[in-house]
């Protein structure tokens, strides 16, 4: 997920998406001027048999008051399932509100544990849940909201071997999740079942939020992206940030469409896809339509090969391109006589703030990119070995990359100062 910029291409205006990196063009799909409109689609819940408590009366009244939902359509929001990937930035707020709202079964799909780091946004979460699995912490606050919600957990990694049996029980799919080759995993297999996939993307202070194959002939992911960008090219939420009330924006609007879809109210998102900018508080909406020439999904393939990332950590797909050194092999060097190395740091200013491995010279990665640092680390690796760290090693990666271009060698330090804080020096803050 990254930030991009806007480009004029011919008959329509295509977008540089919010998940996409500078560069890499979107599918031929998404308009600003289409005629392409969403058809209103109810999912199969069958509300026979179905009935309403005098708690569940008292609780869902303000639903039941509504004409658009009434009882019938909180009959059908009780009967239907959903099944959310991802219990993060996105899933806190869409499992929180699809709990409130009465859908009456809850999946749950993660398999990491709740850190300090994921408070700030992850809002399910609390700190005394910290260190234990996600989906614990997520049933817990879900009952709590709504003890009527049946939560069903699993607690694993969604896989090709595993998503098409987890996925056919639901009605639909919410995408909470921040990485490319599951995107394409819920997508194709969603695509096979024949079940709606509600999509939403955040980075930084940009989000975007959509409906995926809605029915047979909606679009779906590979409309919007036929292909993955080239592993490291697009910063996780860990290494580029994101401003807490994003993904409570975007999730929140997830959980809309799926009440919508459930209840069969409303226009949904399919075929549209909804752009939004914290910063100047913009919605914009671009038209996505089928792309009549993307490849007919057959069965679910090996994404991690797909996306080119070969299941290695966040961060780490581009450093084996580079050069590497572990964090240990740089602390002995640093111990010892210094004179014939330099340490680069290419995060962001804050970053530094929080944490820095002594004796780092911080130059960003972005001065780097555009050049205008060049100069200054010719002058800093004249004559010395070149050592460059980031947060993780996928930005320094790239800037040895970078600077390898204009004849500058150097080595890369696998980890970054995460692995240096986790390996070597525990005082260094981690983030």
Request: charge should be negative.
């Amino acid at each position: 997920m990254a930030a991009g910029g806007m480009a004029d291409l011919g008959q329509g205006r295509f977008l540089s998406l919010v998940i996409e990196p500078p560069g890499f063009r979107p599918g031929s799909g998404i308009w600003e001027n289409g005629d392409l409109e969403p058809k209103p689609s109810m999912l199969p819940p069958d509300t026979t048999g179905i009935s309403l408590s005098p708690d569940e009366v008292a609780r869902y009244s303000r639903h039941l008051i509504l004409p658009e939902v009434g009882m019938e359509g909180q009959k059908r929001l009780k009967a239907a399932a959903v099944l959310c990937v991802g219990t993060g930035g996105l899933g806190s707020p869409l499992l929180l509100y699809l709990a409130a709202a009465g859908v009456g079964r809850l999946g749950v799909v993660d398999f990491d544990v709740v850190d300090h780091s994921n408070l700030q946004r992850q809002v399910i979460h609390g700190t005394s849940w910290v260190g234990k699995p996600k989906i614990e912490s997520a049933k817990a606050r879900i009952l709590e909201i709504n003890p009527h919600c049946q939560v069903d957990l699993y607690e694993t990694a969604l896989t090709s071997e595993n998503a098409l049996e987890i996925i056919a029980g639901y009605d639909l799919v919410c995408d909470g999740t921040d990485n490319f080759p599951t995107r394409y995993l819920v997508n194709d297999a969603c695509v096979l079942l024949g079940k709606p996939n509600v999509y939403g993307s955040i980075f930084r202070f940009e989000g975007q939020a959509t409906v995926f194959n809605l029915t047979s002939e909606s679009p779906n992911y590979r409309d919007l992206f036929p292909e993955p960008p080239p592993p490291g090219m697009v910063p996780s939420c860990a290494e580029g940030g994101v401003v807490g009330v994003l993904p409570g924006i975007i999730g929140v609007i997830q959980a809309t469409e799926a009440i919508k879809i459930i209840t069969g109210i409303g226009t949904t998102l399919s075929g549209r896809l909804l752009l939004f900018d914290a910063l100047a508080m913009k919605f914009r909406e671009l038209k996505l339509r089928p792309n009549p020439e993307r490849p007919v999904i057959e069965k679910l393939i090996d994404y991690q090969e797909f996306c080119g990332v070969g299941g290695s950590a966040p961060g780490q797909e581009e450093a084996g391109s580079v050069e590497s050194i572990s964090v240990g092999e740089l602390k002995a060097l640093l111990d010892g006589d210094t004179s014939g190395l330099v340490l680069i740091d290419v995060r962001n200013p804050p970053e530094a703030d929080i944490a820095v491995i002594p004796g780092a010279i911080l130059i960003p990665l972005d001065q780097i990119e555009n050049g205008t640092a060049l100069e200054r680390v010719q002058q800093l690796a004249a004559g010395k070995t070149l050592y460059v760290h980031c947060k993780l090693g996928g930005r320094s990666a790239k800037a040895l990359i970078a600077l390898k271009r204009s004849g500058i060698d150097g080595i890369n330090v696998a980890g970054g100062i995460d692995a240096w804080s986790l390996e070597v020096d525990s005082s260094v803050q981690r983030y």
